[in-house]
T-cell receptor
Framework: DAGVIQSPRHEVTEMGQEVTLRCKPI?????LFWYRQTMMRGLELLIY????????DSGMPEDRFSAKMPNASFSTLKIQPSEPRDSAVYFC?????????????FGDGTRLSIL | AQSVAQPEDQVNVAEGNPLTVKCTYSVSGNPYLFWYVQYPNRGLQFLLK??????LVKGSYGFEAEFNKSQTSFHLKKPSALVSDSALYFC????????????FGAGTTVTVRA
């Protein structure tokens, strides 16, 4: 069965450009999470959704970051304009609703480099 | 706030020897604890969890973890390590019983030498 699918796997772009990261959660999972991983700060939760509704976006670093979940099978994380300090690996994860006892399932991430 | 700590940045063991990766937690109420493993250029993979019940939890790839309430610890163990166990390991705690957020530790890099 397919896991969490993220695209692209790698993205290299120049600062100031808009970046859109995509995620397809596991079918039937109603909770979706966006994380950022860096050497300096480790793994940080940016935002999470339940049933397509954003529940907690307190981890979103600033207004340049936005996330949407238009339906149960798709989510995007957008950075506009991008800056070099946004370079990181971005992970999407999903879990079943009422999944407080269930693990989150992670995609393989998007490695983002902003030049 | 709920949190976990992984006191060791790195753990080095010889193949065939026991492997232990340490984790301590700080929570109010009953903890929901998880271990994940991350291989290079991959996402985190779930290994095992403690929710309630037996203090010894068995998981994937021969790993197990022991929940110790008095010491607020949840150490990951494997009786006989393999070179293929070399990876980055994360301990995590559910932020609250009705909250789906996880708080992750900083991670421990495990190197198993042949």
């Amino acid at each position: 069965d397919a896991g969490v699918i993220q695209s692209p796997r790698h993205e290299v772009t120049e600062m100031g450009q808009e970046v859109t990261l995509r995620c397809k959660p596991i079918s039937g999972h109603n909770s979706l999470f966006w994380y950022r991983q860096t050497m300096m700060r480790g793994l940080e939760l940016l935002i999470y959704f339940n049933n397509n509704v954003p529940i907690d976006d307190s981890g979103m670093p600033e207004d340049r970051f936005s996330a949407k979940m238009p339906n149960a099978s798709f989510s995007t994380l957008k950075i506009q304009p991008s800056e070099p300090r946004d370079s990181a690996v971005y992970f999407c994860a999903s879990s079943p609703l009422r999944g407080e006892r269930q693990p989150q399932h992670f995609g393989d991430g998007t490695r983002l480099s902003i030049l | 706030a709920q949190s976990v700590a992984q006191p060791e940045d790195q753990v080095n063991v010889a193949e065939g020897n026991p492997l232990t990766v340490k984790c301590t937690y700080s929570v109010s109420g009953n903890p929901y604890l998880f271990w994940y493993v991350q291989y290079p250029n991959r996402g985190l993979q779930f290994l095992l969890k403690y929710i309630t019940g037996d203090n010894l939890v068995k998981g994937s790839y021969g790993f197990e973890a022991e929940f110790n309430k008095s010491q607020t610890s949840f150490h990951l163990k494997k009786p006989s390590a393999l070179v293929s166990d070399s990876a980055l390991y994360f301990c995590a705690v559910r932020v609250g019983p009705n909250d789906y957020k996880l708080s992750f530790g900083a991670g421990t890099t495990v190197t198993v030498r042949a």
